[in-house]
Nanobody, 129 residues
Framework: QVQLVESGGGSVQAGGSLRLSCALS????????MGWFRQAPGKEREGVAT???????????YYADFAKGRFTISRDNAQSTLDLQMNSLKFDDTAMYYC???????????????????WGQGTQVTVSS
C-alpha cells in the first residue's frame, strides 16, 4: 500500500525553525524523485524542494528560490523518511506542506505538482509575525 505521512508542522514565530518529516512506505521510498510542496490559502500549490538519486548513487537537490539558504531537504534511508529543515521562517511561509513522490527523474519539471503520483495528507505550518 502506498503511503506518505507528514509530521512536524506547528506554529512558530518569525525567525524560528521547524523540521518536517515524511514517512514513506518502502515501495515509494525506492522511487527516484521525492519532494516537498506547499499551498497557502487562496494560492496554488508550489514546489519547495526535491531530492533525487544520481546515477552514481549520490543525491542531488533542487530548491525554489524562496527556500534557498533557509530550507534543507534530506532523506534518512534507515528510517525511510524525507525531511525538510526550515530555518529563518517568515510569515509568508505559512501554508500546508505536503510530501510527494513520483516515478522517474526530477529534472526541470520537479516543481510541477501535477507530475507527482503520490501525496501525503499535509501538515500545517503557521508563522506569526
Amino acid at each position: 500500500q502506498v503511503q506518505l505521512v507528514e509530521s512536524g508542522g506547528g506554529s512558530v514565530q518569525a525567525g524560528g525553525s521547524l523540521r518536517l518529516s515524511c514517512a514513506l512506505s518502502e515501495n515509494i521510498y525506492s522511487r527516484y524523485c521525492m519532494g516537498w510542496f506547499r499551498q497557502a490559502p487562496g494560492k496554488e500549490r508550489e514546489g519547495v524542494a526535491t531530492i533525487y538519486t544520481n546515477s552514481g548513487g549520490t543525491y542531488g537537490t533542487y530548491y525554489a528560490d524562496f527556500a534557498k539558504g533557509r530550507f534543507t531537504i534530506s532523506r534518512d534511508n534507515a528510517q525511510s523518511t524525507l525531511d525538510l529543515q526550515m530555518n529563518s521562517l517568515k510569515f509568508d511561509d505559512t501554508a500546508m506542506y505536503y510530501c510527494a513522490a513520483r516515478d522517474g527523474g526530477c529534472g526541470s519539471t520537479w516543481a510541477r505538482p501535477w507530475t507527482y503520483n503520490y501525496w501525503g495528507q499535509g501538515t500545517q505550518v503557521t508563522v506569526s509575525s
